[in-house]
């Protein structure tokens, strides 16, 4: 298993996480078995939206023996109600919610307590302006929580949090469909036939600016729905027309800037080790660029993937990287420090290049390299 950081909390967490549908069932010995698996394979991150006492409580017995190396992300602003998980922005629920989590969890604290499901302005607005956010410090202070996050799936109010500064981490819907969409403060419009009717082309950009600002903040993602909801492992059932496999969907997610995980949603055994797949997989089998190529109705033509069949380039240049960290820079009109120290650490640059054209050749998206490798040197000096 292979470990990032998580933005700048100090935590490094396994790329390979769980999400926490499949355990929601009644079934212990499947949830406590996919759990044994999943550990033994060096996953040591959560996602645990659900408030089911039942749930929590099988997360709390699964995880007490590792609970110091457990990274635990669960969520503000849910509780149970007549046997149902239910949203809420009343602050006594939300305290509520959050007491008896952490009762049935067996545990003091969370690694990260992400604020739920803000998808609409006017939400983000009452939150960080309101009892929840003055709530969610308070427990931050305390050490009752060691992180302040949230969940979204609209890229315009992502953008507002992370901005915002109180955001440590941003739990986000990642995968190549729903990246082409605009904002919208309903989720279902990500997985509604009628958003895919038309041709689309290219990443949103707004969706592109909350990755590269979350990576020049150093707001660590940790993805949902990188599988569409199983819709993009069914050809049948994809937007995109064409299946992909998990391990691609994974890949997809982990190239992203910024992201640290995929929440892995898996509901079977079956389902656990086609993600863990992904840690042994050849170069071949993550390679999701040649499927892309071919969706019907969807371009990415001139837009870096950062998928690397630009590879090997004979001066040894990290196009695909290079090309990441000039994105960035232009995406926020200035030269972050950080960005420049990547550079700088890099083996070769963009001054390197010899203009060969190979990786041209080998790239399926038409991207200009060699034009963005001369931007990049003027940007970086070498």
Not at 54 to 66: E, N, P, S, T, Y
Not at 123 to 147: C, D, F, S, V
Not at 243 to 248: G, I, M
Not at 346 to 366: N, T
Request: charged share 25%.
């Amino acid at each position: 298993m292979k470990y990032r950081e998580l933005g700048k909390t100090g935590l490094k967490v396994s790329e390979i996480a769980l999400g926490c549908e499949g355990f929601q069932g009644e079934d212990e010995t499947l949830s406590r078995d996919m759990f044994d698996m999943a550990l033994k394979a060096g996953i040591n991150c959560m996602d645990l939206y659900s408030p089911n006492p039942k749930l929590q409580r099988r997360v709390g017995a699964a995880i007490h023996d590792c609970r110091e190396n457990f990274i635990l992300q669960s969520h503000l602003c849910t509780i149970w109600r007549n046997g149902q998980y239910k949203a809420t922005r009343d602050i006594n629920e939300v305290k509520e919610g959050f007491e008896n989590s952490l009762k049935n969890l067996d545990t003091d604290y969370l690694d990260i307590g992400m604020i739920h499901y803000v998808d609409s302005m006017e939400t983000w607005n009452t939150i960080w302006n309101g009892p929840i956010m003055e709530y969610a410090l308070e427990l931050k202070k305390q050490g009752r929580i060691r992180h302040i996050g949230m969940s979204s799936h609209n890229p315009q109010v992502a953008l507002e949090a992370v901005n915002s500064g109180l955001i440590e981490v941003l739990m986000f819907s990642v995968n190549p469909c729903y990246d082409l969409l605009p904002a919208s403060e309903n989720c279902e419009d990500l997985w509604k036939d009628e958003s895919y009717e038309n041709a689309l082309f290219n990443l949103d950009p707004q969706r592109e600016l909350l990755y590269e600002t979350c990576q020049r903040l150093g707001v660590g993602i940790t993805v949902m729905k990188a599988f569409g909801g199983g819709d993009l492992l069914d050809a049948q059932a994809s937007p995109a027309g064409m299946a992909l496999t998990p391990v691609q969907c994974i890949h997809y997610a982990l190239t992203r800037p910024a992201v640290a995980c995929v929440m892995s949603g898996v509901r079977s055994r079956e389902d656990l080790l086609a993600s863990l797949l992904y840690e042994t997989a050849r170069e071949e089998d993550k390679d999701y660029a040649a499927v892309f190529a071919q969706f019907p109705k969807i371009s990415w033509s001139g837009h870096c993937m950062y998928c690397g069949h630009c590879a090997p380039c004979p001066k040894g240049i990290d196009v695909a990287m290079v090309t990441k960290l000039l994105n960035l820079v232009r995406a926020q009109g200035e030269m972050p420090e950080t960005v420049r120290e990547h550079y700088g650490a890099l083996k070769a640059f963009a001054g390197d290049c010899i203009a060969c054209g190979s990786c041209e050749k080998r790239c399926p998206f038409q991207v200009p390299i060699i034009e963005n490798m001369k931007a990049a040197k003027n940007a970086f000096g070498k």
